[in-house]
């Protein structure tokens, strides 16, 4: 019997997508039908980067522009090419 993640791997729900963090660029599998933020914890593990929480991240696009982590990754039309940048939320702390 097929485990269920092998089976969602030979269909076509998900894309590899590189996610660059600090600069460090990582490999990330992302579901297609899931939302944005969820590829966020998974890129912060896969470049060792875990002394924030996911929820201080924001994702931006190769121009800069901040991506709604509520949309469905598959609304956004990554190809296997696309570069996402994650970065810390500007303001998030303070003296």
Do not use: C, R, Y
Not at 24 to 35: E, G, I, K, S, Y
Request: hydrophobic share 35%; glycine share 14%.
């Amino acid at each position: 019997m097929a485990k269920k993640d092998e089976k969602d791997k030979a269909g076509k729900n998900e894309i590899e997508l590189t996610v660059v963090v600090n600069g460090n660029p990582v490999q990330v599998t992302a579901n297609l039908n899931a939302p944005l933020h969820t590829i966020i914890p998974e890129a912060l593990k896969n470049s060792g980067n875990i002394g924030q929480s996911p929820d201080g991240w924001e994702l931006k696009d190769a121009g800069g522009t901040l991506l709604d982590g509520n949309k469905k990754i598959g609304e956004f039309g990554f190809t296997k090419d696309t570069k996402l940048f994650l970065s810390l939320k500007a303001g998030g702390g303070g003296a």
